[in-house]
């Protein structure tokens, strides 16, 4: 599961179900990771999996 704290500025983000792609314009500026490591991001009922 790909969170916040993983995706970085320019990165692209598909679902290989759907095709749906995020492109991530600003990444994560969280102070603690722990703080966002129970979000995840999904789409189709799986994982995003980074292009």
Do not use: R
């Amino acid at each position: 599961m790909v969170h916040c704290h993983e995706m970085k500025e320019g990165d692209v983000y598909v679902c290989e179900d759907c095709g749906l792609e995020l492109t991530v314009s600003k990444g994560c500026d969280c102070a603690d990771e722990s703080a966002c490591s129970d979000m995840g991001f999904t789409c189709c009922g799986g994982d995003m999996k980074k292009k």
